[in-house]
């Protein structure tokens, strides 16, 4: 059978670093492959170069048996390739429904046609969005499922899913694993990026691997296991290291009561709910897409306001506190590190030095003139410290791999000296080697005697890094499990029943 998509020696450089080193690859009719690496690896250079987003510096690519190339990602599109981004890329002021059809309207359209067509399509992917919200009051979740549905509208033969479950709920991921196969039933050839190796596993037919750039392997689904999946990423295995399981004498012993939150409520959303959260200590929240477990702790940080009648108390060091601004909060010690670090994170065509900067200022830690040798002996001192790698000191935010990105938005919040940390989605997109380092930042600052936060979808991630594991459901904290006793299916009950 021929390949519908071939890559021969491609080649791709930047200043010239190279992203991708002379690599193989072939897609072939009815498959879904999956592409495996670390962040930095080049999955997302070869695939965007298959989507016309970026051309290659050397190297040829056959589509249907034919050399060609695709100039923009509008003539990838045409001829049968869409690509489901990382980062999305809808337009935010513009409805759910607009931005299905948006390239490929009709010269005159009826806004209610579309909203229903757009509707009853939704409801056959099993996504529950509104078609009528605009896109920029959707949660990161919704978002990708708008954009999921965007590729699969435009029927392309092949689709390419760059970090398509990294918001999803376990729920949602079943729906959108039943979606893949339906496509993969019609036909459909599809290329799946994931840093959750169970679901490469579990989905795809062939697995390629990258590492710097470089191709690895590339087999059967059926020859790996994880740890030889970890193994071939990253050149020893990290599993151990990072999911190993808690006893009691590993759980750190709760410190002096730093945040104590009592019946706090905001709309619908975060309804009566209370908790308290130590120094000293991991306090990990679990809870499904809707469960109100963000909003609670965006309310704790001064990005969300609760209701101003009846909308409970928050204690800080036993004295009431409200925030409706984040700087106040930031002054007293208590930082959120966003789950959605392109729209809330960072400053993307900025420096490292500038974003790690920016966060000192919002703090007061440094002075108000901007000096370039402070920028830079920041930049030097948090790039050690969490081993930030980039392509030299002055590298954009951009530039970096999601793994490092992630570290420079952990990076803007420690700076600013904080007793509270609130962890949103810490791992989210983010490669095993990351998840690694990341995870020792996170224990780290438990070890410091600083007071821990840690939202996450990611059961293993809760169960391993959590001193205490807090179940949200319908905007309230409903159940409290020590990781000794817990288990994945414990905390799912609670979470749904």
């Given at each position: 059978?021929?390949?519908?998509?071939k890559?021969?020696?491609?080649?791709?450089?930047?200043?010239?670093?190279?992203?991708?080193?002379?690599?193989?690859?072939?897609?072939?009719?009815?498959?879904?492959?999956?592409?495996?690496?670390?962040?930095?690896?080049?999955?997302?250079?070869?695939?965007?170069?298959?989507?016309?987003?970026?051309?290659?510096?050397?190297?040829?690519?056959?589509?249907?048996?034919?050399?060609?190339?695709?100039?923009?990602?509008?003539?990838a599109?045409?001829?049968?390739?869409?690509?489901?981004?990382?980062?999305?890329?809808?337009?935010p002021?513009?409805?759910?429904?607009?931005?299905?059809?948006l390239?490929?309207?009709?010269?005159?359209?009826?806004?209610?046609?579309?909203?229903?067509?757009?509707?009853?399509?939704?409801?056959s992917?099993?996504?529950?969005?509104?078609?009528?919200?605009?896109?920029?009051?959707?949660?990161?979740?919704?978002?990708?499922?708008?954009?999921?549905?965007?590729a699969?509208?435009?029927?392309?033969?092949?689709?390419?899913?760059?970090?398509?479950?990294a918001?999803?709920?376990?729920?949602?991921?079943?729906?959108?694993?039943?979606?893949?196969?339906?496509?993969?039933?019609?036909?459909?050839?599809?290329?799946?990026?994931?840093?959750?190796?169970?679901?490469?596993?579990?989905?795809?037919?062939?697995?390629?691997?990258?590492?710097?750039?470089?191709?690895?392997?590339?087999?059967?689904t059926?020859?790996f296991?994880?740890?030889?999946?970890?193994a071939?990423?990253?050149?020893?295995?990290?599993?151990?290291?990072?999911?190993?399981?808690?006893?009691?004498?590993?759980?750190?012993?709760?410190?002096?009561?730093?945040?104590?939150?009592?019946?706090?409520?905001?709309?619908?959303?975060?309804?009566?709910?209370?908790?308290?959260?130590?120094?000293?200590?991991?306090?990990?929240?679990f809870?499904?897409?809707?469960?109100?477990?963000?909003?609670?702790?965006?309310?704790?940080?001064?990005?969300?306001?609760?209701?101003?009648?009846?909308?409970?108390t928050?204690?800080?060091?036993?004295?009431?506190?409200?925030?409706?601004?984040?700087?106040?909060?930031?002054?007293?010690?208590?930082?959120?590190?966003?789950?959605?670090?392109?729209?809330?994170g960072?400053?993307?065509t900025?420096?490292?030095?500038?974003?790690?900067?920016?966060?000192?200022?919002?703090?007061?830690?440094?002075?108000?003139?901007?000096?370039?040798?402070?920028?830079?002996r920041?930049?030097?001192?948090?790039?050690?410290?969490?081993?930030?790698r980039?392509?030299?000191?002055?590298?954009?935010?951009?530039?970096?791999?999601?793994?490092?990105?992630?570290?420079?938005?952990?990076?803007?919040?420690?700076?600013?000296?904080?007793?509270?940390?609130?962890?949103?989605?810490?791992?989210?997109?983010?490669?095993?080697?990351?998840?690694?380092?990341?995870?020792?930042?996170?224990?780290?600052?438990?070890?410091?005697?600083?007071?821990?936060?840690?939202?996450?979808?990611?059961?293993?991630?809760?169960?391993?890094?959590?001193?205490?594991?807090?179940?949200?459901?319908?905007?309230?904290?409903?159940?409290?499990?020590?990781?000794?006793?817990?288990t994945?299916?414990?905390?799912?009950?609670?979470?749904?029943h």
């Amino acid at each position: 059978m021929e390949p519908i998509l071939k890559l021969e020696g491609i080649s791709k450089s930047y200043r010239s670093v190279p992203a991708v080193s002379g690599v193989d690859f072939t897609l072939m009719p009815g498959e879904i492959h999956a592409l495996l690496g670390e962040n930095g690896a080049g999955k997302s250079t070869l695939t965007k170069i298959m989507a016309g987003v970026v051309q290659a510096s050397s190297g040829k690519m056959y589509h249907k048996g034919r050399e060609t190339t695709f100039a923009t990602p509008n003539a990838a599109l045409e001829a049968g390739i869409a690509m489901v981004f990382q980062e999305t890329s809808l337009v935010p002021s513009m409805t759910v429904a607009q931005n299905l059809y948006l390239g490929t309207e009709k010269f005159l359209n009826r806004l209610r046609g579309i909203t229903i067509s757009t509707q009853q399509f939704m409801q056959s992917l099993n996504f529950s969005v509104d078609p009528t919200e605009m896109v920029q009051t959707l949660g990161a979740a919704k978002r990708q499922m708008v954009e999921i549905a965007r590729a699969v509208h435009h029927s392309a033969e092949v689709i390419i899913f760059d970090e398509p479950t990294a918001t999803l709920t376990p729920e949602e991921k079943r729906h959108f694993f039943a979606l893949l196969r339906r496509l993969k039933a019609a036909g459909a050839s599809i290329i799946f990026i994931s840093h959750a190796l169970e679901e490469a596993l579990a989905i795809s037919d062939r697995i390629t691997i990258l590492r710097d750039g470089a191709l690895v392997t590339t087999a059967a689904t059926s020859t790996f296991t994880r740890d030889s999946i970890i193994a071939a990423m990253v050149g020893r295995s990290l599993s151990a290291s990072i999911y190993k399981a808690r006893d009691d004498a590993s759980l750190r012993k709760p410190g002096c009561k730093v945040l104590s939150v009592q019946d706090i409520s905001m709309g619908a959303m975060v309804r009566n709910t209370s908790f308290s959260v130590f120094e000293g200590q991991i306090t990990g929240v679990f809870g499904l897409i809707g469960s109100g477990r963000t909003e609670t702790f965006k309310i704790i940080a001064g990005i969300a306001k609760r209701d101003f009648l009846r909308g409970g108390t928050i204690l800080l060091d036993d004295k009431p506190v409200r925030y409706v601004t984040p700087a106040p909060a930031v002054r007293d010690g208590i930082i959120y590190v966003t789950e959605d670090r392109k729209t809330e994170g960072i400053f993307e065509t900025m420096s490292v030095g500038e974003n790690l900067f920016g966060g000192a200022l919002a703090a007061g830690k440094s002075a108000q003139v901007v000096r370039i040798a402070d920028i830079r002996r920041l930049a030097a001192e948090w790039t050690a410290k969490l081993n930030i790698r980039a392509i030299n000191d002055n590298a954009r935010v951009v530039e970096l791999s999601g793994g490092n990105q992630q570290k420079v938005v952990i990076g803007k919040g420690l700076v600013q000296t904080p007793r509270v940390v609130i962890f949103d989605e810490p791992t989210r997109g983010v490669d095993v080697a990351a998840i690694s380092e990341i995870h020792q930042i996170i224990n780290g600052l438990a070890d410091a005697g600083l007071a821990v936060v840690v939202i996450s979808s990611y059961l293993p991630e809760v169960l391993n890094l959590s001193d205490r594991i807090l179940i949200c459901r319908q905007g309230r904290i409903v159940e409290e499990l020590s990781p000794t006793q817990a288990t994945e299916e414990k905390i799912m009950y609670a979470a749904v029943h």
